[in-house]
């Protein structure tokens, strides 16, 4: 009798690894999704605003000179995502004084009006902040231009 | 090489650091591979303390420093297991076809979060928040960052008080790459299961018979597997916390835990738990608790206590002391005032949590283990797992009742996390063998006809629950 239940328990651990590990394959992106490299480590997560921004800093982590002070605003603006854009440039711009356009959902134009560069994210601006730098299908980088 | 590669290189440091300790007569019932895996997570613990140390006292990291003084410390907690009695090494036994199917799916789990965090499906928003940018600047400065984590923008934003074993080791792993590979940061989640996947079973082996020990590693392996993946852990501080929570409660319901050896190993292991996530430090104080209240007459409480406690209290205090000597921190930030719970949003807390875990394959990771604590439930040890688990989902909720107005948000991207460690307690407690019978003399359940006596030596007071 204790064998038979002593039989169950691992057949039980066994059969519930089993069933986990078909959801594991099941929750995966489809197979030819998966075959492509990432471009960013964010691109499948439902976030995709961070993918884009991702690929935007990155590349102009590259081009900006070390120790500028830079802003990111979003085209349209939007404060929200203007707040999460610093974060994403505390993290990716690193070495440089990066300035937020928005915290907490709130413009902050007093502090991004210090930056010496501005970093759009999303289409050109209608009107341009300074002498474009960079620009890619993600965003664009401008020298501000200072009356 | 490119620089992920060396970030993911440089963890091959944390076994050198450990293996001293691991390396004591005393461990050798485990199988190498299991002290290897040990090792790596007591070399962690160790390798974190000292960067938090010299951090406090001013010193810029050095890394061959950093891992001398670790290894240095993991030779000397040898002399405390002097008088522990020698162990032979657990025999060889050919591994049966239910063993197999297990290692099977371990190897499909591991490799399948190995694809998701790869394929960037699994990873953590928290990683660009504030564990990268962190371990980043730290590893420009090469010492904790005050500086940083004081910019009035930044300082909510980086959590300035989280605990410091990961952006430590994320900061050594970038100091030895010169960057921070954000991608290759995403891929200790896997890295973290593969090490949980080797520890576990020899640990679990010591409290439950062979193929219940490896059939239950593999649930456990395949449930954090699913949780990581599908709860987005990938690069932040999880993954750590589930190896060291797990780790540390399969050494506590078992006979080992009655040994020196054991409880030194129990206690550097929940010292890695408090110094990974917040939430480590509650799991630590309700399994060492929880442990030496059930299993109070096997053993001596006061040095036990000491083995048990010592060591979070050691890898925590340079943390609180340099948050304090450089006008940081004082504790933990919490979430509003602690006698502010909103009662009223129980309903709303209650149903979003329920929302979270059932994302995850319908809460299976969840119900699963639960199913089987129910079920087999044969010892009365397994009030260990199954407290900590009650204990820890009273805290969980408890947090929740305060802050944010509506919880909602902040519990969907949260609490599958924060809960994923409860899959592994509850299958723990699932796992044990009745009580009465002798952990390491009872034979394995496909080798009834096996030798009894895996010589072990007996350990005081064990015999006492028999009588």
Not at chain 1, 15 to 24: D, E, G, M, N, P
Not at chain 2, 166 to 177: E, H, S
Not at chain 2, 438 to 457: F, H, I, N
Request: proline share 9%; glycine share 8%; net charge positive.
């Amino acid at each position: 009798m204790r064998r038979r239940a002593e039989t169950f328990r691992p057949s039980f651990f066994l059969l519930s690894a089993a069933i986990l590990v078909a959801f594991s394959i099941a929750w995966l992106p489809p197979k030819k999704d998966l075959l492509k490299a990432p471009t960013t480590p964010f691109d499948r997560i439902p976030v995709p605003a961070i993918s884009q921004s991702y690929r935007l800093l990155w590349r102009i982590s590259s081009v900006l000179p070390a120790g500028a002070s830079v802003a990111i605003r979003s085209e349209p603006r939007n404060p929200d995502l203007e707040s999460s854009l610093f974060q994403n440039g505390i993290a990716l711009l690193n070495g440089r004084k990066v300035l937020p356009a928005a915290l907490w959902g709130h413009p902050v134009p007093e502090i991004e009006k210090q930056a010496d560069f501005v970093i759009v994210v999303g289409p050109k601006p209608p009107f341009p902040p300074g002498t474009l730098l960079f620009e890619s299908p993600d965003g664009s980088l401008w020298r501000r231009s200072r009356p | 090489m490119r620089s992920g590669h060396i970030f993911l290189a440089s963890f091959a440091a944390m076994p050198l650091a450990g293996w001293p300790l691991l390396a004591h007569p005393a461990y050798r019932t485990l199988s190498r591979i299991s002290r290897l895996s040990l090792s790596a997570a007591v070399g962690a613990v160790l390798v974190s303390f000292w960067m938090t140390a010299f951090a406090l006292v001013g010193l810029l990291w050095r890394i061959p420093v950093i891992i001398l003084a670790a290894a240095a410390t993991a030779f000397l907690l040898r002399f405390l297991l002097q008088t522990e009695h020698v162990l032979e090494p657990a025999p060889k036994l050919k591994p049966t076809p239910v063993e197999i199917l297990s290692i099977l799916l371990t190897s499909i789990a591991v490799a399948w979060a190995l694809l998701a965090a790869a394929s960037s499906a699994a990873t953590s928003v928290d990683l660009l928040l504030f564990w990268g940018p962190k371990a980043q600047a730290f590893a420009s400065a090469r010492t904790i960052d005050a500086k940083f984590l004081n910019e009035p923008l930044l300082v909510y934003l980086l959590h300035a008080s989280y605990p410091p074993l990961i952006t430590n080791l994320f900061a050594f792993g970038a100091m030895a790459a010169g960057r921070f590979p954000w991608g290759a940061a995403a891929l200790t989640f896997p890295m973290l299961l593969a090490a949980l996947a080797l520890a576990l079973p020899a640990i679990l082996g010591l409290a439950a018979p062979r193929p219940i020990a490896r059939t239950c590693s593999a649930l456990i392996v395949v449930a954090l597997g699913l949780a990581g993946s599908v709860f987005f852990a990938a690069g932040n501080g999880d993954p750590a916390l589930w190896l060291f929570e797990t780790l540390a409660a399969a050494v506590l319901i078992g006979p080992a835990a009655l040994t020196r050896s054991g409880q030194l190993l129990a206690g550097l292991l929940l010292a890695g738990a408090a110094g990974a996530k917040v939430e480590g430090l509650p799991f630590a104080a309700a399994v060492a608790v929880l442990f030496l209240l059930v299993r109070r007459r096997e053993m001596r409480i006061g040095p036990a206590s000491l083995l048990l406690f010592a060591p979070t209290v050691l890898a925590l205090a340079p943390w609180f002391a340099f948050g304090i000597v450089r006008h940081l921190f004082v504790g933990y930030g919490g979430y509003g005032r602690f006698s502010e719970i909103h009662w009223n949003r129980l309903g709303i807390v209650l149903s979003a949590i329920g929302d979270a875990l059932w994302s995850a394959a319908f809460a299976l990771p969840f119900f699963l283990p639960l199913l089987a604590l129910i079920v087999f439930r044969k010892s009365r040890l397994a009030i260990i797992p199954a407290g900590v688990s009650v204990l820890l989902s009273l805290f969980f909720v408890f947090t929740y009742l305060h802050g944010d107005p509506d919880p909602r948000e902040w519990i969907s991207w949260s609490a599958g996390r924060i809960f994923a460690p409860l899959a592994g307690l509850l299958a723990i407690g699932g796992a044990l063998r009745p009580d009465g019978k002798d952990a390491r003399a009872t034979p394995g359940l496909l080798d009834l006809e096996a030798p009894m006596d895996l010589g072990l030596p007996s350990v005081p007071g064990e015999n006492r629950d028999r009588q």
